[in-house]
């Protein structure tokens, strides 16, 4: 066999093998990018759930602290002072085991609850974030491919296009309202 058809089959495949590679790395990207954006989907939709549902919770202890503390004033207020002195060693006796079972579970006192939202939603956001950069990451490896050589010419070859980087909507880059009203 001639050296010349050698020569020309091993680049040939050489080339063939490069193409496919570059190819193969180009989709990948794509689907690394498809995958990164449906974490964003994920995380908004936790970021919505565990927020509305925190706050649900919180604004509800806070309203039932708020009638409770509302509802002691307002029942003093009809008492003479020896009701309220008996009114209050009662009030101290229920406090006391109160106080008891809020030591022993410390998860219902309000300023929990509070925390707990707090740390929800630093939970959420950062989960937020990762998606984000993630995605943004995957298109830039997908941009770099398409203006370097040769992977520019495969990606032409294929009609993949630049993609756009994750940017929020003016509207969505406020945050969830907290409302405690």
């Known amino acids: 066999m001639n050296p010349l058809i050698i020569v020309a089959i091993v680049v040939v495949v ?5 193409y496919i590679s570059i190819r193969n790395n180009i989709s990948r990207t794509q689907v690394k990018i498809d995958e990164a954006s449906a974490g964003i989907d994920v995380a908004l939709q936790k970021r919505y759930d565990v927020l509305t549902k925190m706050l649900d919770v919180v604004k509800a202890y806070t309203k039932y602290e708020k009638e409770t503390i509302l509802e002691v004033i307002k029942v003093r207020q009809g008492m003479s002072m020896d009701e309220k002195v008996e ?3 009662k009030m101290s006796e229920e406090f006391s085991k109160i106080s008891v079972v809020a030591e022993n579970y410390p998860e219902l006192r309000s300023s929990d609850n509070y925390k707990t939202l707090q740390q929800a ?4 956001e950062e989960h937020l974030q990762a998606a984000r950069r993630m995605f943004n990451s995957n298109v830039s490896k997908l941009n770099q491919l398409l203006v370097t050589f040769p992977s520019s010419m495969v990606a032409s070859s294929m009609g993949v ?3 756009a980087f994750y940017e929020v909507e003016e509207a969505k880059k406020e945050d969830v309202k907290m409302d405690f009203e």
């Open 14 to 18: 050489v080339l063939l093998i490069v």
């Open 87 to 89: 009114a209050d060693k």
């Open 121 to 124: 939603i630093a939970d959420t």
């Open 161 to 163: 296009t630049k993609r």
